[in-house]
């Protein structure tokens, strides 16, 4: 047992980041895990020839099944659902390096929000693809599907991802800058300065779950997007604000240490200005959060 518990252990990180990016859910994402663990436990681990891939396929076949569950219950969530914000670092000490290299490069925040429109299945083809390097055949078994279904998955997922995937610029220092801006902007209820880093196409969503007032729908182009963060910015000008690192700005707004909102930007790779805003406002979605960065 001691063995088969070591064994769990090694890929305990990639079976959770897998089940996220699948989910999109923290607190599911451990439920899948954990289920994961049951399962694991009640075979004879020893007798797996492979079990690295044995888990992974336990884990995805989960996080399928809960995919289908949650789609459901989603439909009546008050306003846009978004997902759980993810604040993860690659462990040096990891016995996998290929598993905290999966972390370090973990899928963007806008390019999960992309695949809650592909249907579950394309979903796991495209992450195992695309977010693991997974071959077509090691897919196929894990989906328990044909080869050539495989392919047409994340062929399909792929083109519908590609379609719509954000932009923002490679260089992490300019899109912080970028952020910087516009979070000032912002802050300041500056109408002119607003309008000259929003992109005209600029989308803003907003997550409280129906727990915090936050618009009920999208609000989209550039003039609405400008006149409503002009209006409620200057409220927030009193919290502290808590660049998070990577390519993809992401900012931890507080007030006395309690975080009450997490804010993410997608920026066109061309002009730096938000194209895609993200604010999590939901209090369940930002409880791992404030655990993790209390501690820091």
Known sequence: MAAADTTFNQHRNLLFT????????VHDAEDVVQESWL???????????????YLVRIAVRQALARSRRLRAAREDYVGPWLPEPLLTEADPTEADPAEAVSRAEELTFGLLVVLETLSPLERAAFVLREGFGYEHAEIARVLERSPAAARQLIHRAREHVQARRPRFPADPDLARQ??????AA??????????DVLAPDVTLWTDGGGAVRAALRPVSGAAKVARLLAKLGPRYGHLRTRWLPGSQPTALL??????????????????ARARHIYGIVNPEKLTHLSSATSCR
């Open 18 to 25: 897998l089940a996220y990016e699948i989910l999109g859910s």
């Open 186 to 195: 912002t802050l300041g209820g500056h109408l002119g300065d607003l309008m």
């Open 39 to 53: 399962a694991w436990s009640s075979v004879e681990a020893d007798r797996i020839e492979h079990p690295k891939a």
């Open 254 to 271: 507080t007030a006395e240490d309690e975080l009450l909102a997490v804010l993410v930007l997608d920026l066109d790779a061309v002009t």
């Open 178 to 183: 970028a952020a910087e801006r516009f979070l």
